[in-house]
């Protein structure tokens, strides 16, 4: 989720990553990090600069970037580049509460990536034990209340996907590149990471 203040995704994935390291370091060093390209790490390096959230220290040849934790904004950024957590940690509590318990719950999609914009839906995909029919009146209701909650939470429409377990496991196997890119950059929220769920039976 963009966390305001004017950040763009990738702003907001550079200064989240050198919020985690504790030296300063090289422009390389954050395109590692973030995973982003040199070149797109240094336009959003030079962004952040401007704005004053980010200090550059000379250190011949390279510049040494650091947070600029004295920026009178800073408290609240933190705050909203936290928000992801925030997120997982609400829906963890409600599907903690369910009746019917989930096999695996996991937020995917643009807001897992950090490229979400404020049309974006929250991709979640409910992974279902194999005994679970999906017309459960328990089931479903579990799952509206979810949806509800998120849209209260976030302002953002839940697109929810629900599955038999066998399902999401015979579509790994095959490749579905949903399923793939949730195992590969999803948050999982509850139960099992989706790599784990092969070897899991009812």
Known sequence: MNPGFGLAPNEARVLTALLRVETPVTGRAVARITGMTQSTAQRALARLREAGFVVAEPAPPSLLYRVNTDHLAMPAMLALL????ELRNRMAERIAQWPLRPVSVVIYGSVARGDATTGSDLDVL??????????????QH???ELADRVYRWTGKRASVIDMRRREAVEGLGDQEPFLVEAGRDGWLVAGQALG???GDQD
């Open 126 to 139: 409910v992974v279902r034990s194999d005994a679970t029919e999906p017309d459960d009146p328990t089931w």
């Open 142 to 144: 579990q799952l509206a």
């Open 82 to 85: 936290r928000i992801g957590d």
């Open 196 to 198: 784990e769920l092969a």
